[in-house]
Every structure is written in C-alpha cells, then in structure tokens.
C-alpha cells in the first residue's frame, strides 16, 4: 500500500510524461480526482476517468503534448510531504511562475489553486506545483 498517495499519482504522471506515454494509471483517491480537475482545467492532461480492474477502482489519465510532441509538464513536485507540512496564508498564494504554472492548495473550500485562493483570501495546505 502506498503512504503517500498524492506524491505516487504525481510520480507517476511525471514518468509517464517523461517517457512520451499516452496514458498511465493512478489509484483512485478523492483527493487525487480533484488535483487532476484542476490539471485538466489548465490543460496539462487532456482527460482522465475512472476504470475497475480486479475489483479496485484506477484513474486513467490521458497526458498532454503539444504539436511538436514535446510534454506540456515541464516540471511536477510534491511540496507538502507526510513528515513536513507546508501552509501558506492567502497573501503568500499570489502567482506561481508569472502566471504559467499552478500550486494546487488543499483549503476549507476545497481543492483549489493558488490564484482562486488568493482571490477567496483562503490560505491551506499546499500540495503540489506543477509548470
């Protein structure tokens, strides 16, 4: 069973991306369904849904490329981990990257990005950042 299971769907992403695949699998979490709405949104994947094998529910995820092939991920990182926590207030959530990369904040109205954090003067947790 994995510990962590935001950092292994993002691992799995970032290999799959840097191997030119089409489409990888993660297991399924609520948590993971809502970071992959927001990546669909902004169009780092271009789909992604729910399949059963053996009983367990998966999430296929369709990657994104552009016309020359090359991987829209430049970069995905995991920056709050199990053994250190990372929040931020919604001051210090303003724009990630000039505006071309996202951090996905986990707050009290849901999973949402730094940009709709900073606009609904939320702070949280922050998951992930992906450019």
Not at 21 to 46: D, N, Q
Not at 66 to 77: L, M, P, S, T
Not at 80 to 97: A, C, D, T
Request: hydrophobic residues 40%; aromatic residues 10%.
């Amino acid at each position: 069973m994995v510990n962590d299971i935001v950092a292994d769907s993002l691992t799995r992403i970032r290999n799959a991306s840097m191997r030119r695949l089409e489409v990888t699998e993660l297991y399924y979490a609520k948590i993971v369904v809502s970071i992959l709405e927001i990546f669909k949104a902004r169009g780092f994947i271009t789909n992604f849904h729910t399949v059963e094998k053996k009983g367990k529910p998966f999430i296929s995820v369709e990657l994104a490329y552009d016309e020359k092939g090359r991987a829209v991920i430049n970069e995905i990182k995991r920056l709050s981990k199990p053994g250190r926590r990372v929040y931020r207030q919604s001051k210090e959530l303003k724009r990630f990257k000039n505006g071309y990369g996202v951090v996905v904040v986990s707050t009290s109205k849901g999973v949402i990005t730094n940009e709709e954090a900073y606009k609904q003067n939320v702070g949280g947790e922050v998951l992930c950042s992906i450019w």
